[in-house]
């Protein structure tokens, strides 16, 4: 362990402060600066499309950490900075307000930014209900806005814009939900699981219409409001609130600006490297090669944050890291607690435990009699004992795995017996 | 407002005034005790803020509910009959005091 060596972390979200925190438990003795664009203290984002939109959120909650937690661990919090650039040779980042930080190791933590809607259909930036969700202030906007009895449309149909819908609907608002896809959570679920999300939210009033494409949007005469949605179909919908939940971009103009390997995201090795060793990255906006899928991914979720976050800290402080354990993700949409683990493309066959009538099941999703991706309704006990399915890869039998009155526990029992289950 | 005594596997006592309402697993981790995880945001759904309960104040708490307990024959650690996860144990003024011992992994 290099006592003196100073890490300089960008990014104040999930991944930065858990590297920061996570150095400090495994033992790094050195400087830790932490350095974050958003002036916001660092907070919790899954919240802010579902608990505080119902304004049941404290402040308190919403922190990462305690205000007092960094400066008890030594760790230097910069809020409110834009790192302008990274000067690889002199290895210093440059900030915004013109000083210079020396780094030993630099971390780039930097996230992503919401997907805009294409430029000939976007509203004018000055309109006061239009919004995205990632931030805090997108957020406020939003709750500000989810009057009971006005119109919402939602633009988009992954988790952002279904657990928008839920909020909303919550909240009493008329809300129509619009998506280019044919189905919702389409890059994500099998058709049985997308059929269940919209039996789900049209049950509760969302009206649903899928192979959508916006066109434009009717705005006020001072532009400062919209109006309606427009589709290329020349149907109208006319609205008092609009979110758009059509993707993350990751955050790498840092990185390639630096010179360092972009590809949808800031390229990283088995050890969390950029192409420049000293300078790793993490989180929504690094693309790492999966060794349980054997291609590159980029994951955007917490769990793969707080992940590699461990697994930078143990590395700079020269501890065994866990080996990799299959994604993992979540989604609340009205009482209906959605779990997943795995990344399901390629799949060949879905199995179901449970019945799609309840919101009570299990859905695997098969390549050759191992699971690549497994989602589950209100069966926490199934969906941890999943991830070691998925992550391990398990040889299962498929017929075994359709019978409820075989306990998952036992399958995975049998298949860890099978002499060649690896 | 009332005290907390977490007692890691090393032996390193963390002592936190914990408000009513919230969580002994959002305290821990909101004040970097390192040791309890629950990444899975307190829904009892990933058994890594298993906790040990002191002798003392189990019959203060609620007992778990059938998801809890199913949760924690998944957790890493030894289940004992004091075992809990701490993101369903939610601070109030008759666990002043509480004391919970942190088991030596949570995966």
């Given at each position: 362990m290099k006592a003196h060596e100073k890490v300089v972390i960008i990014g104040t979200g999930q991944a930065g402060v858990e590297v920061a925190f996570g150095l400090r438990a495994n033992g790094w003795q050195g400087e830790i600066t932490l350095i974050g664009e958003s002036a916001d203290i660092p907070h919790h984002l899954p919240p802010l499309s579902k608990a505080y939109l119902a304004g049941a959120a404290t402040a308190e909650s919403l922190y990462l950490r305690t205000p007092e937690a960094y400066q008890a661990q030594n760790i230097h919090l910069l809020s409110g900075i834009r790192v302008d650039a990274i000067n690889r040779e002199a290895a210093q980042v440059q900030l915004a307000d013109g000083q210079t930080l020396n780094y030993d190791r630099l971390v780039l933590a930097t996230g992503g930014r919401p997907r805009t809607m294409p430029a000939d259909c976007a509203p004018l930036a000055e309109a006061d209900n239009f919004c995205y969700l990632r931030t805090l202030s997108d957020a406020e906007r939003i709750r500000l806005q989810l009057v009971p009895g006005n119109r919402m449309v939602v633009i988009g149909s992954g988790y952002i814009g279904l657990e928008v819908a839920a909020s909303a609907i919550k909240k009493g608002m008329q809300v129509t939900l619009l998506t280019i896809a044919d189905r919702v959570l389409d890059r994500v679920t099998a058709p049985l699981v997308s059929s269940f999300y919209e039996r789900l939210h049209r049950a509760a009033g969302v009206d649903i219409q899928v192979n959508t494409q916006i066109a434009g949007f009717e705005m006020s005469a001072d532009k400062q409001h919209v109006r309606a949605v427009v589709c290329t179909d020349g149907r109208r919908f006319d609205t008092d609130l609009v979110v758009a939940g059509i993707g993350l971009v990751p955050n790498c103009e840092l990185a390639s600006a630096a010179g360092l390997q972009v590809d949808d995201g800031i390229i990283v090795n088995e050890l969390m490297q950029t192409s420049d060793p000293a300078i790793m990255a993490l989180g929504d906006c690094a693309r790492f090669r999966s060794s349980i899928y054997n291609r590159w991914v980029r994951i955007e979720s917490v769990p793969n944050a707080l992940e590699q976050a461990r697994k930078i800290a143990a590395i700079l402080c020269g501890k065994a890291c866990r080996s990799e354990a299959a994604p993992w993700f979540w989604s609340d949409q009205y009482d209906i607690g959605l779990k997943m683990v795995g990344l399901s493309d390629g799949y060949e066959r879905i199995v179901i435990r449970g019945s799609m009538e309840q919101p009570d099941f299990s859905v695997f999703y098969l390549r050759s009699n191992r699971a690549l991706a497994v989602d589950t309704v209100n069966r926490p006990v199934e969906f941890n004992l999943s991830k070691q399915i998925v992550t391990d890869q398990l040889l299962i039998d498929p017929a075994l795995l359709a019978?409820?009155?075989?306990?998952l526990k036992e399958i995975i029992a049998a298949a860890r017996a099978e002499p060649n289950y690896a | 407002m009332s005290k907390v005594v977490y007692i890691s596997h090393d032996g390193t006592r963390h002592e936190l005034d914990v408000s009513d309402g919230v969580s002994l697993m959002q305290a821990a981790v909101s004040n970097g005790i390192y040791d309890i995880v629950g990444d899975c945001g307190g829904s009892a759904s990933c058994a890594t803020c298993h906790v040990y309960v002191d002798e003392a104040f189990c019959d203060k708490l609620p007992a778990p509910t059938e998801r809890e307990a199913g949760m924690l024959e998944c957790a890493a650690a030894e289940v004992k009959p004091n075992s809990r996860l701490c993101c369903q144990i939610v601070m109030s003024p008759v666990l002043d005091g509480l004391v919970v011992e942190i088991p030596d992994r949570q995966w």
């Open positions: 019978d409820e009155s075989v306990p | -």
